[in-house]
Structure formats: structure tokens, C-alpha cells
């Protein structure tokens, strides 16, 4: 018989309801502790003696641990063991050989290689087929099995059998495991002199890592900069305050964070000058930019530095303290909660069933907001000094540093919402026919760009979406969906499913940079952006034509997905 700990938890409450109802109490009236240590020990030890299974002593501390966290209601405490604690502290390495790959019928295959990794150094290439890992086939690997074969300790050896396009021999290459870093910007020119960049986490690198692209960006051309913290849930707390110094003035205040102790709370501000100055910037936002990126957003907002658009953030506005424990074990725990200079609260209660019913939400408060920002609503005063009914949709209105309004109840209300485009009833009904085969768009469509990499090499390297290409893919998706996602229910929903395939063929073809410049050139978002930024010379300019521009209104084609 096997339990699990919510099996374990029922008998918790099975003992004491026997507790109560004084079945063993009578037994020795008094003997069992009501409450505090002594009664915990009590239920262990009846555990330990009389439950059907053997239990590990220690094991039931390690559950009384985990439910102790689950139950104070802070979704973000947690116990992180010793072999979490990498990617738990947000340093942006991992141990491992540096590949980017994608399990295939006939082995690994390296879809990417980091630069500067132990694979790069051996000279790996793109489209290599791994297919032996330490003497062991690959083929039919899991993903899982394959990423959990390559990664390990710093230091240690894999030996990888490799077949490439071209070579007659199985080539064989010996990885000694090293910390492989993660970038975490992405950057590109775009026209009219655009910059663009996009940082994915708020890692120990990210500062001089956006610094480097910005000032790269300005060195070939650009004259204004879109900030792009869409789906960027934030990181190391200090990482965001350097990232906002890079174009704040010193001593503009940051964040303002507030804890249960006054003597922890603690204002940061920026400690050196704009390094930009007058550059105009754009800040992309959406329901799951969080936490570091909405503290960037916030300050940048207020100090009338960027122009913020997007939809509402999803408020996660609180600090995490990590605490070191015996045995290499570290405690992250709530402590603290983050003010924007014009003292907005980040934070938003949660509402609903989890993550994504929280940031969906928001929909009603984008829309009391709107009408704010039109000027439907009229005479609202400013309420700086208290907390809104974030579910009520209660607008409340601060100051910028140059007196414009901004939005507070919960994360960052930008200066220009983006309408969130209705999905059609078709493309609704191919998602819920590959959610019910396990599937999703993105991940048939990168197999299928793969599967053409190990099948058609050639044509595979051009990365067109031809008339062929979207045949191929519709049969692709109904073999893998068993007929679940068949070519009526692709063509009812070509428009979402070209634009996914079209990303991933791209990165194929021309790699990451390639699949992000398609990405950027379907964007609604990053298209209005830049059209504002091409009309404004400054700041200044940028807000006065924001003021003008109304709700941007997405036109069905943006490439996130």
C-alpha cells in the first residue's frame, strides 16, 4: 500500500478526530497534550508505532516542515534543498555541458550551443545528433531523461557519440560538466534606429548583461530603446535596483520596501547617474511581468523615465528572505513588501484558483482604468494613502515626479493598455483539441521544425512557410494528436498556427535571432511601440504623444505565445 502526503494528511485528521472524540483520551485521560509540541509529538509518535506502513522518523519532520509553510498562506515560502538551491538563489548558472536540445525518435538533438560553454569548446555544433550518452542509445529518450543524463556536478566527465550531417563516422566527444551561464538579454536593431531588449529574469549577470546590449545598441544606431519585461517574473531584488540606476538619476529612489520590523525596512535608491540621459524608452509589460521587473517598471514610471505599456502587472510585490538551515538547507520566507517612489503598492492579494485565474483576473480593473484614462471618469482625487479593493476595481490615482497620474491597486498599471485580443472560436477549439492529446502548439511546432532538420536537411535550412510546409505540419499535428487536431481544425486556425510554425522554422533556419526578429515583426505591441518611439526625440515628446494615442487594439498576429 502507498500513501501520499495528502493520504498522510487525512490520517492527521483522522487521529485527532479520534482524539476528540475520546477514544484513546479515555484510555489515559490526560496523557495527551491539547496543543503546542507535546501533541505533535503525540500524533508522530502514534504514526511511527501504529500506522500500516513503516515510516522514516525524520521523514515526518520534513512533512510537518512542508505543511507549516503551505499552511501560513505564503505562496512563495518554500524549503529548498541542497540540490535546488543553484536554481532556487537565481544565480543564472547550472552545471552541465551547455547544449540546448530536444529529444528525438533517433536520439538528442542539439537544437543550440551556448556560447563559451564546455560544448562550444569542444566544437558541438547545431543539429548534431547525440545518440549515446556514457555508452547508452538515446534513442527514444524522453526529454527528461535526456536533460537529466546530460546536466550534473561541475567537474564530472559525459562521454556523448555523435552523428553529423556530412561526417561518414560517429564522431565521440568527452565533456567535462562546467557551470554553463544563461544570458538573459536578448537584443536586436530594429528599424528607424529602435533598439530593442529583452530580458527574461533578473538574474546575478543581468545588470552589466543589459548594460553591455543598450550600449551595443546605441553604438550601431539606436536612438530610443523598447524595454521588454513581458513574461519576466523577476529575480534578485538588488539586480532590479542596478538594472533602474542604468537610467535614473542618483539618488532617485528605486523601491521602498517595508518590513514587520521598521528597523528592516528599507528605501533603495539609485547610486550614479542616468547612463542614457534623454534617451526615449518604451517598457513592455503584461499579466505576467512580476515581482524585479515591476519593481524596474514601477520606478521608471514614476520618475516620467519610460513610458509603460502593456497590460496590468501581476502584483507580486513582496520580498523573500532566504534563511541558511542545517544540513546545506535554506528557508525562503515573505519578510517585507514593495512601495514604488509615488507610493503604489506592487503587491495584489490573490483572487481565485491559483496563478492564472489571478492574472485573468485583472481584465475588470484594465477596464475601470481605461475609462480613467480616457476621462470617463472624471475627478478622481489622489489616494495615496490607502489600499484598494483590487476585486472591486477600485482606480486609485498617484503622481509622477512631473505630476502625471499614474494607477495604483496592485502591480503596475501602464500608461498605454493594450486591448487583449479575443480568440476566435476556432483557434479556441485547436486548443482545447491538443490540450486534451497533451500537446501544445509551440511544442508540435518546434518538433516539426526539428523532424525536418533530421529529414530534409536543405530544406529545412531556408525556414519558408510554404503551401508544402503548412501540409506537412497539419499531418504532423494529426499523427501526434491521433486525429484529435486534424487539417480541418489547423485550417479553421491558420492564422495561430502560421504564426507559431513560422517563429520556430526561423529559429531552425537562422538560429535565436532570426526567430525573435519574426517574433518582433508579428507584434502589435512592439509595432506601436516603435511607431511612437520613431514620432518622439525625447521623453518628454514620448508622453505627449502617448497622451493622444488612446488603447492600442492587438490585431490578432503578436508571436507570443
Known amino acids: ?66 505543511g507549516l509553510l503551505r499552511e501560513i498562506g505564503d505562496p512563495y515560502a518554500a524549503l529548498i534543498r541542497p540540490e535546488d538551491r543553484r536554481s532556487a538563489l537565481l544565480t543564472g548558472d547550472y552545471g552541465g555541458v551547455g547544449m540546448e536540445i530536444l529529444a528525438q525518435d533517433e536520439g538528442i538533438l542539439v537544437l543550440d550551443v551556448i556560447p563559451a560553454s564546455p560544448s562550444s569548446r569542444l566544437g558541438l555544433r547545431r543539429f548534431d545528433l547525440i545518440v549515446a550518452v556514457d555508452g547508452a542509445g538515446t534513442a527514444g529518450w524522453s526529454q527528461a531523461e535526456a536533460v537529466g543524463a546530460l546536466r550534473g556536478p561541475k567537474g564530472e566527465p559525459v562521454q556523448v557519440a555523435v552523428v553529423r550531417g556530412g561526417a561518414a563516422d560517429t564522431l565521440s566527444f568527452s565533456i567535462v560538466r562546467d557551470d554553463v551561464h544563461l544570458v538573459a538579454v536578448e537584443s536586436l536593431l530594429l528599424e528607424g534606429g529602435i533598439g530593442y531588449a529583452r530580458l527574461t529574469s533578473f538574474s546575478q549577470a543581468s545588470r552589466r548583461e543589459l548594460q553591455a546590449a543598450v550600449s551595443d545598441l546605441i553604438a550601431t544606431g539606436a536612438r530610443s530603446l523598447i524595454l521588454d519585461f513581458r513574461y ?46 534623454g534617451l526615449p524608452i518604451v517598457v513592455l509589460v503584461n499579466e505576467w511581468s512580476a515581482s524585479a521587473s515591476e519593481i524596474v517598471a514601477g520606478a521608471l514610471q514614476d520618475h516620467d523615465r519610460a513610458l509603460v505599456m502593456g497590460t496590468r502587472t501581476f ?36 483572487s481565485g484558483d491559483g496563478e492564472h485565474a489571478f492574472a485573468l483576473g485583472s481584465e475588470a480593473f484594465n477596464e475601470a482604468v481605461a475609462d480613467a484614462v480616457r476621462g470617463a471618469v472624471a475627478g478622481l482625487p489622489d489616494m495615496a494613502s490607502s489600499e484598494p479593493d483590487a476585486d472591486a476595481g477600485e482606480v486609485l490615482v498617484f503622481r509622477t515626479a512631473g505630476g502625471r497620474p499614474v494607477y495604483g491597486g496592485g502591480g503596475i498599471v501602464p500608461d498605454v493598455l493594450v486591448r487583449r485580443d479575443t480568440v476566435e472560436a476556432a483557434e479556441r477549439a485547436l486548443a482545447q483539441a491538443l490540450a486534451d492529446a497533451g500537446e501544445s502548439l509551440s511544442s508540435l511546432a518546434l518538433r516539426f521544425a526539428a523532424r525536418r532538420v533530421i529529414d530534409t536537411p536543405r530544406a529545412a535550412a531556408d ?63 512592439v509595432g506601436e511601440a516603435a511607431r511612437l ?14 497622451s493622444t494615442a488612446g488603447d492600442v487594439e492587438p490585431d490578432g498576429t503578436d508571436g507570443e505565445s
Open 315 to 350: 502584483g507580486k510585490g513582496v520580498m523573500q528572505s532566504v534563511f541558511p538551515l542545517p544540513g546545506g538547507n535554506w528557508l525562503r520566507l515573505t519578510t517585507g513588501t514593495w512601495f514604488t517612489p509615488s507610493g503604489r503598492s506592487i503587491h495584489r492579494e490573490r
Open 1 to 66: 500500500m502507498r500513501r501520499n502526503r495528502a493520504g498522510r494528511g487525512a490520517l492527521l485528521a483522522s487521529l485527532t478526530a479520534v482524539l476528540a472524540a475520546g477514544g484513546l483520551l479515555a484510555q489515559s485521560p490526560g496523557a495527551v497534550p491539547s496543543s503546542g509540541s507535546g501533541l505533535f509529538e503525540t500524533v508522530r509518535g502514534l504514526l511511527l508505532r501504529d500506522y500500516v506502513e513503516p515510516l522514516a522518523p525524520d521523514s515526518l519532520y520534513d512533512l510537518a516542515v512542508r
Open 463 to 525: 525556414g519558408r512557410l510554404t503551401p508544402e510546409v503548412r501540409r506537412a505540419f497539419d499531418r504532423f499535428v494529426a499523427a501526434e494528436t491521433r486525429g484529435a487536431a486534424d487539417a480541418g481544425k489547423m485550417e479553421r486556425a491558420r492564422e495561430a498556427a502560421d504564426a507559431v510554425l513560422a517563429r520556430e522554422l526561423a529559429v531552425i533556419a537562422g538560429g535565436d535571432a532570426a526567430g525573435l526578429r519574426l517574433v518582433l515583426d508579428r507584434s502589435h505591441e
Open 533 to 546: 518611439l520613431r514620432e518622439a526625440r525625447s521623453p518628454e515628446a514620448l508622453f505627449a504623444l502617448a
Open 232 to 277: 519576466n517574473q523577476g529575480g534578485i531584488l538588488r539586480e532590479a535596483v542596478e538594472i533602474a540606476d542604468l537610467f535614473l538619476e542618483r539618488g532617485d529612489q528605486v523601491v521602498d520596501t517595508r518590513a514587520r520590523d521598521p528597523r528592516d525596512s528599507q528605501t533603495y535608491a539609485a547610486p550614479g547617474p542616468d547612463r542614457y540621459p
